[in-house]
C-alpha cells in the first residue's frame, strides 16, 4: 500500500513540476512523525501549496478528521493552501478542505467530484 501512495505522491509532484510549481515530496509523511506535515508541499513563487495525498481504486475515499486537522495547522503555520489530492482509477482529483464532506469519522471525496489539478489551478490562480 505504502509503494501505491507513494507512486501517487511522485506524480502529483511531475504534474505540478510541468505546470511550472516546484514540488517535493515530504519524507516520513504519514509515518510516526510528531508534528503535522503534509505529503507533499510546492510553490510558484506566488502561491504556495500543501497536499494531503491519498489514492485508491474506489470511487470514494476517506480521511479521518487528524490528517485534516493536521493539514490545515502545517498550512496555518507555513502560510500555503491546504489541498487533498486523490489518484482515482481513470483521474486525479484536487479537493480544498471546504470541498469534502463530513462523515461520522471525519470526511471523504467522491471521484465525481472535486477537480483535475490544471482545471484547480487555473480556476484559482492568485496573481
Known sequence: MYKKG???ERFLVEK??????????????????????P????GNGHRYLAFQVKTTKEKVKYFT????????????????EPLVAVKFPKALKVY?????I???K???????????????LHENTTH
Open 16 to 37: 505540478l513540476w510541468d505546470l511550472h510549481y516546484a514540488a517535493i515530496r515530504v519524507p516520513g509523511s504519514g509515518r510516526s512523525y510528531k508534528r503535522p506535515h
Open 96 to 100: 480544498p478542505p471546504e470541498d469534502l
Open 106 to 120: 471525519g470526511y471523504k471525496v467522491e471521484a465525481t467530484e472535486g477537480r483535475p489539478l490544471e482545471e484547480f
Open 102 to 104: 463530513p462523515t461520522e
Open 65 to 80: 478528521e487528524q490528517e485534516i486537522s493536521d493539514l490545515k495547522k502545517f498550512c496555518s503555520i507555513f502560510g500555503s
Open 39 to 42: 505529503d507533499i508541499v510546492a
Open 6 to 8: 507513494r507512486r501517487a
